[in-house]
């Protein structure tokens, strides 16, 4: 079977939800390794360990390297689904402490996340 190329215009689209995603995440994943005052103050309102921080700030790099990267299809579903589990943990995070301004957010990152999944070209899936 041989690959459609996408058109233009979804490939412009996919590109710029892409870079409107990974961009945040990339700069909070720095944010949350240097232990930034607002990544400090933040986790300590949630009652989580600082440690947690730079865990998930090495795994966001990680993401953005994985779906950045050409190839590796299985690599970024993985990239995708582990984001997608950090942000709907940040939005339940925020809820549990009814943080209800920080739920949002995480939220708008997660719609932004998924037109990128859903108009990544064929060459990017499995």
């Not at 590796?72 to 943990?89: H, I, M, N, S, V």
């Not at 998924?114 to 070209?121: D, N, T, V």
């Amino acid at each position: 079977m041989t690959e459609q190329k996408p058109s233009r215009g979804k490939l412009i689209s996919f590109w710029a939800l892409t870079a409107l995603f990974l961009l945040p995440m990339a700069a909070g994943g720095v944010a949350d390794i240097l232990h930034v005052e607002n990544v400090v103050e933040t986790f300590n309102r949630l009652e989580y360990p600082l440690y947690l921080a730079t865990i998930l700030g090495v795994a966001k790099l990680l993401g953005t390297i994985a779906i950045l990267a050409p190839g590796f299809p299985r690599l970024k579903e993985w990239a995708y689904a582990g984001f997608a589990f950090d942000l709907l943990g940040a939005a339940s995070s925020h809820f549990a402490v009814s943080d209800y301004a920080g739920i949002a957010p995480p939220l708008i990152l997660l719609g932004i996340m998924a037109g990128s999944y859903l108009l990544r070209p064929a060459s990017r899936r499995l």
